[in-house]
């Protein structure tokens, strides 16, 4: 019984010192990556960020290739979500909107009685943007230098999945990353 209580004390000592380390935002800005988006598909967004083992022929599931061995016909998805959000206070009204491209796959039955499926695509993985501005002196003449960027990580992937048997799906994904951006001074 006591190490119950010290293995439950030391998760969560553990737990609060990730969430201190990574204050604002990701952790993952620290080194250059930017936010991380956690984009799964439409239908596991409509579902709560759940449904990552549902095998559906309704969608392409790009998180889990395992998935795709249902799919019966080629298929095609591009996803972009758009929030809006707005107030008013009675004096005043302010609206705030943002659009972000999610995905786009494709997805090819090779042999469907084999659930043999070949998917592919690219997909965002983080966001960046900066703006850093640095007041620098040369030879007693002072100047102002100002770095401003955006861009990030993107994701190319290509799977296979396959059924073996009736109640066993089996998939690979190769993912390749690739990086975007803008960057001015």
């Known amino acids: 019984m006591r190490t119950y209580y010290l293995s439950l004390a030391i998760l969560l000592v553990l737990s609060a010192s990730v969430c201190t380390a990574a204050g604002n935002g990701s952790v993952y800005s620290r080194y250059g990556v930017g936010e991380l988006t956690s984009f799964m598909s439409g239908r596991s967004l ?3 960020h759940t449904g990552l083992a549902i095998l559906s022929d309704g969608t392409i599931n790009r998180t889990n290739p395992a998935a795709l061995s249902r799919i019966g016909c080629a298929r095609f998805e591009a996803d972009f979500q758009y929030n809006g959000y707005g107030t008013n206070d009675g004096v005043s009204s302010s609206y705030l909107g943002s659009g972000n491209f999610h995905s786009i796959m494709l997805a090819l039955p090779v042999l469907k009685k084999y659930g043999i499926v070949a998917a592919g695509g690219v997909a965002p993985v983080s966001s960046v943007a900066y703006s850093v501005t640095s007041q620098e002196t040369y030879h007693s003449v002072g100047a102002t230098r100002a770095v401003e960027g955006t861009g990030g990580l993107t994701d190319a992937q290509i799977g296979l999945s ?18 975007f951006g803008n960057d001015s001074q």
């Open 162 to 179: 396959g059924m073996p048997l009736e109640d066993l799906s089996l998939g690979f994904a190769i993912h390749y990353p690739l990086s």
């Open 46 to 48: 409509g579902m709560g």
